[in-house]
């Protein structure tokens, strides 16, 4: 069974920085996309940002330019670097996984989910 197994989470002030991990295990060998999610109090969850194994990145609206995603292959896992931390990117953080072939797009939907981590920044 796929597991993903998100961390990096924590406490932070307005203006800093946080790294996310997504270390990804029992997966066929093949191509994929990772997405990043967040789940802010009292809003549904959102899509933040992806990328595929053919090197295709989104980012929402609200963290492009501030966030930045990244994979390691050879370790099965995606980071995501969190830079200019506000109050309103706090929130549960969840990374998801999807088999196949991603070029120029990231999916919407995933199939196979990790636990949050939770990312909390103070004013």
């Known amino acids: 069974d796929v597991q993903l197994q998100a961390s990096g989470g924590g406490l932070v002030q307005t203006g800093e920085s946080l790294r996310l991990s997504c270390a990804a295990s029992?997966?066929?060998?093949?191509?994929?996309?990772v997405g990043w999610f967040r789940q802010r109090p009292g809003k549904e969850r959102e899509r933040i940002s992806c990328?595929?194994?053919?090197?295709?990145?989104y980012y929402h609206d609200s963290v492009a330019g501030r966030f930045i995603i990244t994979s390691d292959n050879a370790k099965n896992t995606v980071y995501l670097e969190m830079n200019n931390l506000k109050p309103e990117d706090t929130a549960v953080y969840y990374c998801?996984?999807?088999?196949?072939?991603?070029?120029?797009?990231?999916?919407?939907?995933?199939?196979?989910w990790g636990k949050g981590t939770q990312v909390t920044v103070s004013s």
């Open positions: 998801a996984l999807r088999m196949g072939i991603f070029i120029g797009n990231c999916p919407q939907n995933f199939g196979s």
């Open positions: 029992g997966f066929a060998y093949g191509d994929f996309a």
């Open positions: 990328i595929s194994s053919f090197g295709s990145r």
